[in-house]
């Protein structure tokens, strides 16, 4: 039904509140999860799915972003001249390498909607992907490929989903949902941005993981600026819900897997341990310090 994606838009425009002061002077996508940017990660998931046409929304002070995947001729060709320092000339090229990288500027940064909003002219009349470095899927259990698979199965748009804690539905989009003859796959029916806990439809959240209907274009322009005065990109999707535009049904598939807001101090953390106690390199040594650090913290009575 869904033509094949091959695009994905990286919205990375945003200020970054929850992260100052390091996000001062510095992307808020360029903080690593140990020694990787966070939108590192999220360029490699869209290419291990198959998307390698990359979009990335930047905006003021956000040069790095595209230094980072940029060569960096002096420092690899230091690299390149001691036999020693390969690996290292390695991790700097493999961002590169990664994949073919475009940027759009969104000159203020009106909101999640207004950033997808500026990838129209590069998106043309296809869908896409939509994904936020903010979310960190684990990258051994990835979500994507599963999310393209109902779109070419099922066509109009999908969404990530996950189960929160009733008392964090309000940080979130929130979507009411229907069963479909697939476990796997619910039928969204209905979606509110960040509601409160009595308008909350349910305890499924939307992380930032979408396939998109080029018709997501369309309701954008249609969507007057919602909550925070902010351009929600939730508000354009509810519009196709609804059927006020073409570019429906939408779909959910719920993930099981681990995933962190990265965007958020606990859960960069959390992200953060998990990676270091998984890395072939650092990971026995941090294991092992961190068992004793826990035993310490307890014995403590912290
Ligand atoms: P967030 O809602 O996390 O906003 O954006 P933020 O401003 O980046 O961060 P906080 O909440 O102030 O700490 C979700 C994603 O949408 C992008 C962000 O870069 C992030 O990847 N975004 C947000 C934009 O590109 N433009 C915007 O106007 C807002």
């Not at 969204?188 to 305890?203: D, F, M, Q």
């Not at 925070?228 to 429906?248: C, F, H, I, K």
Request: some cysteine; glycine content about 10%.
């Amino acid at each position: 039904v869904g033509r094949a994606v091959t695009k994905a838009v990286i919205p990375a425009a945003g200020l970054g509140t929850r992260f100052l002061p390091a996000t001062k002077a510095v992307p808020k996508e360029l903080i690593p999860v140990v020694d990787v940017p966070s939108i590192q990660y999220v360029v490699q998931e869209a290419v291990q799915a198959g998307l390698d046409d990359v979009l990335i929304v930047t905006g003021r002070h956000k040069g790095a972003i595209e230094d980072h995947f940029d060569r960096q001729y002096e420092l690899e060709e230091t690299l390149a001249r001691d036999p020693a320092k390969a690996a290292d000339l390695d991790r700097v090229r493999a961002a590169e390498l990664l994949a073919q990288i475009h940027y759009v500027r969104q000159g203020d940064p009106r909101g999640l909607g207004d950033a997808v909003g500026r990838a129209r002219r590069h998106v043309g009349d296809e869908a896409f992907a939509v994904l936020l470095a903010d979310d960190f899927v684990d990258p051994a259990d990835p979500l994507l490929p599963t999310m393209l698979r109902v779109h070419a199965a099922r066509g109009g748009c999908v969404l990530a989903l996950a189960e929160v804690a009733p008392d964090d539905v309000r940080l979130y989009g929130c979507a009411a949902v229907a069963a479909t003859d697939d476990e796997g796959v619910v039928r969204v029916t209905g979606l509110v941005e960040k509601p409160s806990p009595e308008e909350a439809p349910s305890n499924l959240v939307l992380i930032g993981r979408y396939v998109l209907d080029p018709a997501i274009f369309a309701a954008l322009e249609h969507t007057p600026p919602g909550r925070g005065g902010e351009v929600q990109l939730t508000d354009a999707v509810a519009r196709l819900v609804d059927a006020e535009e073409a570019g429906g049904p939408v779909w959910g598939v719920v993930y099981r897997g681990r995933r962190y807001d990265v965007g958020d101090r606990a859960g960069y953390l959390r992200a953060v341990v998990q990676l270091a106690c998984e890395r072939d390199d650092v990971g026995p040594e941090f294991r092992q310090w961190l068992r004793g650090f826990v035993a310490e913290q307890s014995v403590a009575g912290g």
